[in-house]
């Protein structure tokens, strides 16, 4: 039942600085036209499922409860690791996830998972059933955790173990360009595979261990 498709409408002004050679225009707000810092906001449009830079003022903005009917939503700053067992081959082979990279978000609008993986042309989606993709999550509370369309799990499978952490979900579409930036080859080669290794280096220092659960 799993297929791939190409993932709508992945672009934004993020995406187009880090896949492109060229070099990079000043980031503007999306909203106000304001120039923007390294490191600037982002928010979710949920309707056309990307990202939109925001300067300081207008992310404030849209944090307002129905703000522009709810459209968009403020990307937040969480990292979280779990300590716990965490996720198995056996989980992984349930999610027939093709690649050894990928992140998975709950999308408001279907009311399903939706998981993505990088990939020479993007973010390319991978069509999960939603009851069997929850089967396979048990195994982290950080499923659990998840706000919709702004936070994704991150997952990468090396050595027969599997890595899961809770990121902001623009963090996951700036690895996708990172990839699409640097791939090469049939398997992306050694350039994109040392970035791939320090990407999650530097996610994995950021994210914060969940306390240890209670013995029963």
């Not at 903005?61 to 965490?86: I, M, T």
């Amino acid at each position: 039942m799993s297929a791939t498709r190409q993932a709508a409408r992945p672009g934004t002004a993020l995406l187009r600085r880090l896949r492109e050679p060229a070099p990079p225009q000043p980031e503007r707000c999306a909203f106000c036209g304001l120039h923007l810092p390294s490191g600037h906001q982002h928010l979710v449009d949920t309707e056309e499922r990307s990202l939109a830079c925001a300067c300081t003022a207008c992310g404030m903005l849209f944090r307002q409860a129905g703000a522009a009917g709810d459209r968009y939503r403020a990307v937040p700053d969480r990292y979280l690791s779990d300590p716990g067992p965490g996720l198995d081959e056996a989980a992984w082979a349930t999610l027939r996830i093709p690649v050894s990279t990928a992140f998975l978000f709950r999308n408001a609008v279907l009311d399903r998972l939706v998981a993505l993986y990088p990939s020479p042309a993007g973010a390319t989606e991978s069509e999960l059933d939603e009851e069997t993709c929850r089967a396979a999550l048990t195994g982290t509370r950080l499923a659990g955790m998840l706000e919709p369309d702004v936070e994704a799990l991150l997952l990468r499978r090396t050595g027969g173990r599997i890595q899961c952490l809770l990121v902001p979900i623009d963090v996951c579409y700036e690895l996708v360009g990172r990839m699409r930036l640097r791939w090469q080859g049939f398997d992306g080669g050694a350039e994109a595979r040392a970035d791939l290794d320090a990407f999650f280096r530097r996610v994995t220092g950021r994210a914060k261990a969940l306390p240890e659960e209670e013995p029963a």
